[in-house]
């Protein structure tokens, strides 16, 4: 009977040992993600047990569905989420082991997901609008005229701006509107808040004349980072374009302020210079168009300007001149006149001048005469 006994315990711990060394990563969840239903992970006791049956008796659940709860499972455990609601995914390795290289280009092919998580159908893509999100309340530049008036400015297309889309490696190339478009989109679903992208969103619409939404990217771009001297240098180049001269000198000053020292300032200095021009200081603007030349050396507009500026009369210096002339011919004139009229007096014929002294000369003499003198 003890023989028995011993038998009995020595099968079951053989057979324990059996399921232990047989038992692998898969047989270990007791979750799976509902397919069929809402996609929740809801437990599945069955699988679990039907794993240790296919282990022992050889049939039961196939391996297949094992791995798609492996992926399913490594999907889940390898995305992250932030207090923001958005999500990315961390790793891949383990899906393109299971599945290939293939398939995973194919997996990234599938529609895009936004940053809550939901599908994005091609229509939508095609549909969604490119914009900087909602209007910021407030921004540290909002007290100038030309963006508190940003509602009813004129559409004011500024093609050139393309040239800052062209990749270094193709500058000689044609520039495709709709595919930097396309790109943008995508570059905003990657980083929704980000600066850069703002500023190159405004930058988009002085393409294509939209004023009003460039400045509203501007303005969200500035309430993140009021200091960055490439937004308030292009937003000062919008408002110089509408011909608000006060307030494109004020953010371009500032733009030359807040630029980093070890970045060259050409541009902000070029630029003060054809506001400055515009607004008919020709002396200042000469002073910044020649500090572009000692930065930039060779600069064509910047000599360009310059040749015209020298070639043309100062406008200011004439018309003080002019002033100054005119005073002075009727000074002379009003010299000459009080001397002819004095003249005149004095040339006079014998008659009523004369008659007049004559009686002064006598009425004084008879009061000399009368006079009695003093006792």
């Known amino acids: 009977m003890f023989t028995g ?3 009995r315990f020595s099968f ?14 898969e047989t270990s969840y007791t979750w799976r993600l509902d397919l069929s239903g809402e996609g929740k992970i809801v437990a599945d006791v069955e699988l679990g047990a039907a794993n240790i049956a296919n282990m022992v008796g050889g049939s039961g659940v196939r391996r297949e569905e094992v791995a798609k709860q492996e992926v399913m499972m490594d999907i889940l455990l390898s995305t992250v989420t932030n207090h923001d609601g958005m999500w990315k995914k961390t790793s891949n390795e383990n899906h393109c082991s299971l599945y290939g290289i293939t398939h995973c280009q194919e997996t990234y092919g599938q529609p895009t997901r936004n940053n809550r998580g939901i599908l994005i159908e091609s229509a939508d893509l095609d549909d969604e609008v490119l914009d900087c999100g909602k209007a910021v309340n407030f921004t540290y530049y909002d007290h100038l005229v030309g963006i508190q008036n940003r509602a009813s400015h004129l559409h004011i297309p500024e093609p050139e701006v393309a040239n800052l889309f062209k990749k270094k490696s193709k500058k000689g190339s044609e520039i495709d509107i709709d595919s930097i478009e396309r790109r943008l989109k995508k570059s905003k679903r990657d980083k929704p808040k980000s600066v850069e992208i703002y500023n190159q969103i405004a930058n988009f619409w002085r393409i294509k004349g939209d004023t009003q939404a460039s400045i509203e990217c501007f303005r969200r771009a500035l309430a993140v980072s009021p200091n960055n001297a490439e937004i308030l240098l292009n937003l000062a180049r919008v408002l110089f374009n509408l011909q608000y001269l006060d307030d494109a000198i004020f953010l371009t000053r500032r733009s030359l302020e807040v630029q980093p020292p070890d970045q060259n300032a050409w541009q902000q200095h070029f630029q003060l210079g054809e506001i400055l021009k515009a607004y008919g200081h020709f002396q200042e603007a000469a002073l910044h168009l020649r500090h572009v030349l000692e ?19 100062d406008s200011t210096v004439h018309v003080y001149t002019l002033l100054i002339i005119v005073f002075l011919v009727l000074a002379v004139l009003g010299w000459i006149l009080s001397t002819l009229d004095a ?15 004559n009686l002064n000369f006598k009425i004084s003499r008879n009061g000399l005469k009368h006079r009695k003198p003093n006792t």
């Not at 930039?296 to 300007?305: V, Y």
């Not at 007096?345 to 002294?357: I, Y």
């Open 5 to 7: 006994s011993c038998f």
């Open 343 to 357: 003249s005149l007096a004095e040339l006079q014929p014998d008659g009523s001048g004369h008659t007049t002294r």
């Open 12 to 25: 079951l711990c053989l057979l324990c040992c059996a399921l232990y060394s047989q038992t692998d990563s």
């Open 295 to 313: 930065l930039r050396p060779n600069h064509e507009p910047a000599l360009a300007i310059l040749k015209e500026m020298e070639a043309a009369p």
